[in-house]
């Protein structure tokens, strides 16, 4: 509020409009939720008896983020499922090395074939 002085008297003169907050809030984040997860956050906004945008914020302010995996676990992840495609591939031949196997049978060279089998 300003002062004006007449005279002897000092009036408070009143300013128009609303008073400034302290902290504006001018920025928009907008995101997409699916009316289970809306429902979700407005039932616990009121819960505890914040507006949802509120609730959010403080939300968003005490929540510990991890990230997914970082590149050297990204790494032993991709070494991880090259090895398991790799045995799975040989799991599947597997059979296909028995019936070979079971052609070569012949007399005295049991041992040679299974090392020919075994190397493939």
């Known amino acids: ?6 005279g002897s008297e000092i009036k408070k003169k009143r300013v128009p409009g609303r008073p400034k907050k302290a902290i504006s809030r001018s920025d928009l984040l907008m995101i ?8 979700l ?8 008896g914040l507006k949802p945008s ?18 050297e676990e990204s790494r032993w992840f991709r070494m991880l499922s090259g090895m398991a495609n790799n045995l ?13 196997y079971a052609g070569f049978k012949m ?14």
């Open 107 to 120: 007399p005295g060279t049991g041992q040679a074939n299974r090392r020919i089998v075994n190397q493939t």
């Open 41 to 48: 956050i407005a039932q616990r906004a009121k819960n505890a």
């Open 88 to 100: 799975n591939q040989l799991t599947h031949l597997r059979p296909c090395a028995r019936l070979a």
């Open 32 to 39: 997409r939720l699916t009316p289970t997860e809306k429902q």
């Open 54 to 71: 509120e609730w959010f914020r403080r939300a968003a302010k005490s929540a510990r983020v991890f990230p997914r995996f970082t590149p």
């Open 1 to 6: 509020m300003k002062t004006a002085t007449t």
